[in-house]
């Protein structure tokens, strides 16, 4: 039977063709509507805090996050992530942040250790001073307030304080935690830097030749002696570290952020199904940050500590890669400092 006003049928690949391409566009046409519906669903569940006014002395929440590159891959997929599935929701519910990238293995622990060293020091300086002021200073006036520089001075490290710390990844969490604890192990003693070898020795040698009336030769004197190098040597016992052992006076709640970061040929089928099912890690990851916009704590608990198990499946690649994810040990909390530790909770979460 033709066709009427003289159309022709459509030949069998434009069917074909038309056939596959509407496919393909109503499957992205689902997934975004899927993404943007679940982003709108948990960006609700913190709105409210961001309709909440801010009091005149009032400062916004501000958490710290630590991301690293995964395994057999770019920090740049780590920072994606955070913008796509952590950035929002900490927008949505008012929170400011601070990221903090590591570019190489041991730098997040390094970075707390030295947070944490600097805590304790500032809690034994200001334990100090209040002796000091008990004992020394007496004021006759009940309604002397202190000087105003101290005031200041006390608002600005209020701010630079973080409310939180999100650690992005398996590996970022297990740097927080062990920074943690060999935090509360440093000394505190302030190690001044000496200036390099090369400079010391170039300066000698300018001095040497201004002098033209002295013939003698400069001597070089050793930067470290060999009483020095005996002590380097020594390996520190666990008793030596015990004697600088002491906790700050608090630490910031840690939450571990799932970073699932699926590489691979052999696993290319199911990173189509995830790409597609977009709005699955958008609620798997959206609840861990709801958490924490959320500031529902909880004591942390031995369970919590060997988390981001899903991520080693992912850990391919180079034989580096593969050596670490064979030398994984389990994460484990220094037991003198668990009591102390918190975490986020939520009703979404285990």
Known sequence: ????????????????????????SGIIYVSNKNTEEAKKRI??????????PCGVHEMPRKVLVYISAPPGDSIEKSRNWFREYVKPVLVAGAVDYEVKEAKSTGQIESSVIEEIVKSRREATEKESVANDTTQKHTSNNPFAAPAMGEIMHQRQKDNTKFDGILAIGRNAYREVLD????????????????????????TKIEESQNNSNEDQLVEKEPLITNDEEKILDQPQSI?????????????????????????????????????????????????????VVLNKTRPIERRDADLGQREKK???????????????????IDERIIEKLKTYTSEDLP
């Not at 033709?2 to 393909?24: D, R």
């Not at 960006?43 to 909440?52: G, P, T």
């Not at 699926?262 to 990173?271: A, D, E, F, K, T």
């Not at 992912?314 to 484990?332: A, F, H, Q, R, T």
């Open 1 to 24: 039977m033709p066709l009427p006003f003289g159309l022709k049928a459509p030949s069998k690949g434009t069917v074909i063709f038309s056939g596959i391409a509407g496919a393909i």
């Open 43 to 52: 960006a609700q569940r913190v709105s409210f805090l961001a309709e909440k």
């Open 179 to 202: 920074g943690f604890s060999k935090g509360c192990d440093a000394s505190l003693a302030v190690v001044e830097e000496k200036p390099p070898v090369e400079d010391t020795i170039e």
């Open 239 to 291: 008793e030596d570290n015990d004697q600088y052992f002491s906790l700050p006076p608090e630490f910031a709640p840690v939450m571990y952020i799932p970073h699932v970061n699926i590489i691979g040929w052999s696993n290319l089928p199911y990173r189509l199904y995830m790409w597609y099912a977009d709005y699955k890690r958008i609620e798997d990851v959206g609840k861990y940050v709801v958490a």
């Open 314 to 332: 992912y850990w391919i690649g180079e034989d580096s890669v593969k050596e670490l994810k064979e030398n994984d040990k389990p994460i484990v």
